[in-house]
């Protein structure tokens, strides 16, 4: 074999073999009358840990939900109202009055239209 091949396969037999040692030794855990036990695995200091704990019958595993973003009534108006008035004044420095009416009501549906595609 090339040298170049042996000094990647010792690495990897080096870091194989010292997984299955540790992955081989049991672990035994004795908690007291009216406990159970919980393990998680997690990182400390760059390394994988495996932290084991006792904990009373009360314990609740942590829960993550996926939290969507939420936006107000009072936003949502803004957000319409502001898209309005965007449309008119630019409707009526092109049309005058009547472009400005034009305008306020396409900046108020297309403002309407992006606040009902947000909330889904």
């Known amino acids: 074999m090339r ?16 997984t299955q040692a540790v992955a081989a030794s049991p672990v035994v855990v004795a908690c007291g009358p009216g406990q159970h036990t919980v393990v998680r695995d997690g990182f400390a200091s760059g390394e994988r840990v495996t932290r084991v704990f006792c904990v009373g019958s009360r314990y609740q595993p942590a829960r993550y939900y996926a939290r969507r973003p939420h936006r107000s009534w009072g936003k949502s108006a803004l957000v319409i109202g502001g898209s309005a008035a965007t449309g008119a004044g ?20 297309a403002g309407s239209l992006f606040e009902a595609t947000k909330r889904r």
């Open 3 to 18: 040298t170049r091949m042996m000094v990647p396969a010792a690495a990897l037999i080096a870091v194989m073999s010292g």
């Open 90 to 109: 630019i409707g009526g420095i092109v049309d005058g009055k009547k472009g400005a009416l034009v305008g306020a009501a396409l900046g108020g549906g």
